[in-house]
């Protein structure tokens, strides 16, 4: 697969497939395809995934796009102002995104919702794993700011401004100290 992301303000990945390629999606994340793009959709791992998915606060039911007859080309656009990224999933080299990030990916690639929930400071907090082999495309809103950390290295972020970060980062949640913070601080 091939892929180009087009567009600055509300971007666009337009994806080229060989013949027999596959491409997954969350439901109406397509905006366009050549004619030959066969859309099946799915729970895509059974009804207990979907329903584990619906609770998660994300779509039950998957859609996979496969080019037949030849070469075929389809495109995903985002939801809002923001970035597309595209992500290089294989083993070893999983990702963790914020709630609603995943917008497209090839076949092989497998998400996982709920990594971590709760309730901190009136935001909810839900993340989904990205594993599996192939290309992930996330989208995510407003201007990404990206930090590569070091080996013990540590950065403090709210939890809503959380993109994404490789599976193989460390998180702990913690609270502002303090009661009038907390209650006033707005973090």
Not at 155 to 169: E, K, Q
Request: charged residues 15%; hydrophobic residues 40%.
């Amino acid at each position: 697969m091939r892929y180009e992301i087009k567009g600055d303000t509300l971007p666009v990945v337009v994806c080229y497939l060989e013949n027999g390629e596959k491409m997954i999606t969350e439901r109406g994340s397509m905006s366009w395809m050549s004619p030959n793009m066969k859309m099946e959709t799915t729970t895509n791992g059974g009804i207990g995934k979907a329903v584990g998915r619906m609770f998660s606060g994300e779509k039950m039911f998957q859609n996979i796009y496969t080019a037949q007859g030849g070469n075929g080309m389809i495109a995903f656009a985002s939801c809002f102002p923001g970035s597309i990224r595209a992500f290089n999933i294989r083993p070893g080299q999983e990702m963790i995104f914020q709630k609603s990030a995943f917008l497209a990916s090839e076949a092989g690639v497998q998400l996982h919702k709920k990594v971590a929930s709760g309730l901190f400071g009136g935001e909810g907090f839900v993340l989904q794993k990205v594993s599996g082999q192939g290309v992930a495309f996330a989208e995510f809103d407003g201007h990404v700011v990206e930090y590569e950390l070091q080996p013990g290295q540590q950065i403090v972020i709210d939890t809503g401004h959380l993109a994404a970060m490789t599976a193989s980062c460390q998180m702990d949640i913690q609270t502002v100290p303090g009661v009038k913070n907390m209650l006033f601080g707005g973090e």
